[in-house]
């Protein structure tokens, strides 16, 4: 598998970056590329394309139905009903979220009242621990400690290096510390892990990781790699790796846009 960050923003877009979006891929045993969309926040469609087309995506995971990772849904089904190039009446994406997500997403879009966007997506709710496959990969939502109904999702699919040996990426999406996030955690090759707040300044809980908090996660669950997402533009560079470098002795990595990471 290989995982591409499309946008890292924390809360709001950056001036350098979408909020959250991460293009997961693999390739099946007829080479054939799977596409897996975790989040589409605001701002994400546009570097999206840079990666994929947008009609090639093959799911879209939603972790929960804040602005910032689900904002560019909108843009996406505009795509998805008015290019012109893509055949009318094709197969409609799935997109995979918590319950009440059909709605809401047809609500931003200003849809009427009972109307969906079926035509070009169609909704699932997850049910926790019961997993999705896509292709060769298998998603695995798992619930978080967020102020919203939120779940991380583990990835699970093929090596990039060894087709055979399955190898797993964990998205905490947004939350605090948490049974669900030392979950997701656990033998997780990559765990890529949002870090809003920082230690000492924002005291407030049950909402955000800090790097620290993220990192303990990380070395309570035997995680390989940490890399950290989801910090705002006003945090000062660097300061989530710092702390999370503290309580976790194996590679601390920070998300940018445009990082491609395989495993």
């Known amino acids: 598998m290989r995982l591409t960050v499309v946008g890292c923003a924390g809360s709001f877009p950056g001036p350098h970056s979408a909020a959250s979006c991460y293009l997961v891929q693999a390739d099946d045993a007829h080479g054939r590329t799977w596409s897996v969309l975790l989040d589409l926040g605001n701002g994400a ?6 990666h994929v087309d947008p009609a090639d995506l093959d799911a879209v995971a939603l972790s929960h139905l804040h602005p910032d990772h689900v904002a560019d849904i909108s843009g996406l089904y505009v795509y998805l009903r008015y290019h012109p190039d893509l055949t009318p009446g094709r197969a409609p994406l799935p997109v995979h979220g918590p319950f ?5 997403l047809a609500d931003a879009y200003g ?3 009972g109307e969906e966007m079926t035509g070009q997506l169609v909704v699932h709710t997850w049910q926790a621990g019961h997993p999705v496959q896509v292709g ?9 400690r967020h102020p919203v109904p939120a779940y991380g999702v583990r990835v699970e699919g093929p090596s990039e290096q060894d087709p055979d040996r399955t190898v797993t990426i964990a998205y905490s999406g947004d939350t ?3 049974v669900g996030l030392d ?3 656990t033998e997780a090759d990559l765990l890529l892990a949002e870090a809003a707040f920082v230690e000492g300044r924002d005291e407030v809980r049950g909402i955000h990781l800090t790097g620290r908090r993220a990192g303990e996660a990380a070395a309570r669950g035997g995680t390989r790699t940490l890399l950290l997402t989801h910090v705002p533009a006003w945090n000062p560079p660097g300061v989530a790796a710092a702390e999370a470098a503290e309580v976790f002795d194996g590679t601390v990595t920070t998300a940018v846009p445009g990082m491609v990471v395989e495993l």
């Not at 469609?45 to 840079?50: D, K, M, N």
């Not at 060769?136 to 978080?144: A, E, H, N, Y």
């Open 45 to 50: 469609l546009g570097p999206l394309q840079t």
């Open 100 to 104: 009440g997500t059909a709605s809401r």
């Open 111 to 113: 849809l009427d009242p």
């Open 136 to 144: 060769p990969m298998r998603l695995t939502p798992v619930p978080v």
């Open 176 to 178: 605090d510390a948490c």
């Open 183 to 185: 979950d997701l955690a």
